[in-house]
């Protein structure tokens, strides 16, 4: 009795840290001070940005530029055989986002869908964001897309699902924002938006928080824990809302992707 009880003791307790090891690529949480992630498995020399994780935590996708990767790669590390592996899916793409349920990745006006043998072909959004020049596209849990554009004075944009029709997009009216606005991470739940500007010089994350009027408050700056005389962008929350994720660029092709905590966007609440 006692032998079987502590075989079924190892089985558990190898099932718990099989499952630790395929999420979040085996890394320790970090806390409310921004850890580069994954250094081991992600390659630091080049450039890394756009990343992000599908619903299971288990794929995390980005987008890598530097050594044969002469465009912006976009490329998914994953748990195989043991170990992570990194594949390239394609080498010029657009901004990644996946879609809550998992089954739609979002890059800029096009997308993929998840298929029994993985990823479709890109399709096109098609109009109304054909005449757009989409660099990042995020949507919320009821479909609304936030999305920017390449401009100089781009402001973000959304546009909402109605009767299974995407309207013409708007613009999103946020108090005091910038006017070089790029990279929008939409909450699930729209109660806020993230995005970097260059209002600055260096581009900064911001935050605005959604109102009770359904408004949107002031754009705040996420604060010098995250923001650095260096290029902040890319901020995005994981699937289970549990870290914040960016990336930082120093420059010369060279940049790294961050997480921390996501206590340090929620303590920022008390100031919308």
């Known amino acids: 009795m006692k032998k079987a009880c502590f075989i079924i003791l190892v089985i558990f307790l190898s099932a718990c840290t099989t499952k630790k090891q395929e999420t979040y690529l085996g890394q320790k949480p970090p ?44 490329v998914v590390v994953k748990y195989e055989d043991n170990k992570w592996t990194e594949s390239l899916i394609e080498t010029r793409a657009g901004e990644p986002f996946i879609s809550l349920d998992g089954k739609t990745m979002h890059l800029g006006k096009k997308y993929r869908e998840r298929t ?47 009767n299974g029709k995407y309207e ?42 959604c109102q009770k009027d359904g408004t949107w408050g002031r754009s705040i700056n996420l604060g010098d824990t995250i923001n650095t005389e260096f290029a902040e962008a890319y901020g995005s929350v994981t699937p289970d809302g549990k870290y914040f994720f960016f990336h930082r660029s120093y420059g010369n092709n060279k940049a790294d992707i961050y997480w921390v905590d996501i206590k340090i966007i929620e303590n920022l609440k008390h100031k919308k």
């Open 31 to 74: 806390g409310l001070t921004p850890e580069l992630f994954a250094p081991e498995i992600i390659k630091t020399e080049f450039r890394q940005a756009a990343g992000v994780f599908t619903p299971d935590l288990k794929e995390f996708y980005l987008r890598r530029r530097g050594g044969k990767y002469k465009s912006n790669a976009l």
């Open 116 to 162: 029994t043998t993985g990823w479709s072909e890109k399709k096109s959004l098609g109009e109304p964001f054909d005449s757009f020049r989409i660099m990042r596209l995020t949507a919320a849990a009821n479909g609304t897309y936030y999305f920017d554009e390449a401009s100089e004075t781009g402001p973000l944009r959304y546009s909402r699902l109605i």
């Open 168 to 209: 013409k997009p708007k613009t999103l009216n946020i108090k005091d924002i910038g006017d070089w606005n790029a990279h929008p991470f939409i909450a699930p739940d729209e109660s806020y938006v993230i995005w970097d500007d260059q209002r600055s010089g260096n581009a900064d994350l911001y935050i605005s928080f």
